[in-house]
Nanobody, 122 residues
Framework: QVQLVESGGGLVQPGGSLRLDCAASGNIFNIYTMGWYRQAPGKQRDLVSSIHIDGDTYYQDSVKGRFTMSRDNAKNTTSLQMNGLNPEDTAVYLC????????????????WGQGTQVPVSS
């Protein structure tokens, strides 16, 4: 079993910055992919950014140049630095991980955190 816990969310004004953090714990041999998703009210969940274990990084077009994702493979943690926030970024942000469990070669499991709210408003 794996748990993901997000932190760092909160109210931020337009143009402001915020950093989200996520820590994974539990039955983990490797985390192949870590990612950040967001879900606005009435909308589907969208992938914001992800980093594979080999360092390949993805950003959604709408956040390129404003958001920066990082991960620490040794600590099973990830962060999302968000700069230049605008009201369209308002959403619940969720940490995700594709995990290779210990003693389970060839198998992966996907996990989600509970989410942290990021309202962008003046």
């Amino acid at each position: 079993q794996v748990q993901l816990v997000e932190s760092g969310g909160g109210l931020v004004q337009p143009g402001g910055s915020l950093r989200l953090d996520c820590a994974a714990s539990g039955n983990i041999f490797n985390i192949y992919t870590m990612g950040w998703y967001r879900q606005a009210p009435g909308k589907q969940r969208d992938l914001v950014s992800s980093i594979h274990i080999d360092g390949d990084t993805y950003y959604q077009d709408s956040v390129k140049g404003r958001f920066t994702m990082s991960r620490d493979n040794a600590k099973n943690t990830t962060s999302l630095q968000m700069n230049g926030l605008n009201p369209e970024d308002t959403a619940v942000y969720l940490c995700s991980a594709r995990v290779r469990p210990a003693r389970a070669s060839g198998r992966t499991d996907d996990y989600w955190g509970q989410g942290t709210q990021v309202p962008v408003s003046s």
